[in-house]
């Protein structure tokens, strides 16, 4: 999971403020911090949503790429709060969380891949092929043939 301190190493503490700080403090109060937390659990529960078709969760380490889909997607979350301006720079983070959500989708499709240790095997998916019933054909049922 992503944490406060990967959303402070993340963004500038002007921008992190700009974000969370509704009451106008000029610091991270509790409250500020309450807010980023909840975008930050809200950014990983989507991240997993995806994960969740070919992996097994918890994932035994977090890759930085997905580290930076995840904080793409909480920063989003966040300017959501204040409202995204067309025309502003506010549509770098649109189009940050759009690219993010889109190589989610390439995850769960298997069409991109995390850089995890070969102990995690891929889950395996749901609703797939499965083989069951009777042998029809074998060495004795072909043996006059």
């Given at each position: 999971?992503?944490?406060?301190?990967?959303?402070?190493?993340?963004?500038?503490?002007?921008?992190?403020l700009?974000?969370?700080?509704?009451?106008?403090?000029?610091?991270?109060?509790?409250?500020?911090?309450?807010?980023?937390?909840?975008?930050?659990?809200?950014?990983?529960?989507?991240?997993?949503?995806?994960?969740?078709?070919?992996?097994?969760?918890?994932?035994?380490?977090?890759?930085?790429?997905?580290?930076?889909?995840?904080?793409?997607?909480?920063?989003?979350?966040?300017?959501?709060?204040?409202?995204?301006?067309?025309?502003?720079?506010?549509?770098?983070?649109?189009?940050?969380?759009?690219?993010?959500?889109?190589?989610?989708?390439?995850?769960?499709?298997?069409?991109?891949?995390?850089?995890?240790?070969?102990?995690?095997?891929?889950?395996?998916?749901?609703?797939?092929p499965?083989?069951?019933?009777?042998?029809?054909?074998?060495?004795?049922?072909?043996?006059?043939f």
């Amino acid at each position: 999971m992503i944490t406060l301190e990967d959303l402070r190493h993340a963004l500038p503490l002007d921008t992190l403020l700009y974000l969370v700080d509704e009451e106008g403090a000029g610091v991270l109060t509790p409250e500020g911090e309450a807010r980023a937390q909840a975008a930050l659990r809200e950014a990983w529960g989507e991240v997993e949503s995806y994960l969740a078709q070919r992996y097994a969760l918890p994932l035994p380490a977090l890759p930085e790429v997905l580290r930076a889909k995840a904080l793409d997607i909480a920063v989003y979350r966040l300017a959501l709060r204040r409202g995204i301006r067309p025309g502003t720079a506010d549509e770098v983070l649109l189009q940050r969380y759009r690219d993010a959500v889109a190589f989610l989708k390439d995850v769960a499709l298997g069409k991109a891949s995390l850089p995890l240790p070969p102990t995690s095997a891929p889950a395996q998916p749901k609703g797939g092929p499965s083989i069951r019933g009777k042998r029809t054909f074998s060495r004795e049922s072909l043996e006059d043939f």
